[in-house]
């Protein structure tokens, strides 16, 4: 069952920029930690982003650290993954996680709310 909705990924040239949304019509982002994952090929699935919901520094993977920046519409439920200068190495399916089991977390096993994924493709 899918509980996340993203949306936004493409195929972009390298330094390019895209933003990633996911929706929920079911939960809210007011009050569940939230994150952003990543899986490239043949690679294991990665934490990107996360955020928690009573507010303070999100989290950032060293490796997207001043290039992407994570933020919630709270007004629209609506959860972003803003990416600039995008890198070939930033190619992968993303996927926005959620969980209301905790306040934050980076790691990817505290999560149970899952979207179904987004295609980002960085061409060089």
């Known amino acids: 069952q899918v509980q996340l909705a993203e949306s936004g990924g493409g195929v972009v040239q390298a330094g390019g920029s895209l933003r990633l949304s996911c929706v929920s019509s079911?939960?809210?982002?007011?009050?569940?930690?939230v994150g952003w994952f990543r899986q490239g090929p043949g690679k294991d699935r990665e934490i990107v982003a996360a955020d928690s919901w009573l507010g303070g520094s999100p989290y950032y993977r060293d490796s997207v650290k001043g290039r992407f920046t994570i933020s919630r519409d709270l007004s629209r439920n609506i959860l972003y993954l803003q990416m600039n200068d995008l890198k070939p190495e930033d190619t992968a399916v993303y996927y926005c996680?959620?969980?209301?089991?905790?306040?934050?977390?980076?790691?990817?096993?505290?999560?149970?709310?899952w979207g179904q994924g987004t295609q980002v493709t960085v061409s060089s």
């Open positions: 079911t939960h809210t982002f007011s009050s569940t930690a």
């Open positions: 996680a959620a969980t209301y089991r905790v306040e934050f977390s980076d790691r990817l096993d505290d999560y149970d709310l």
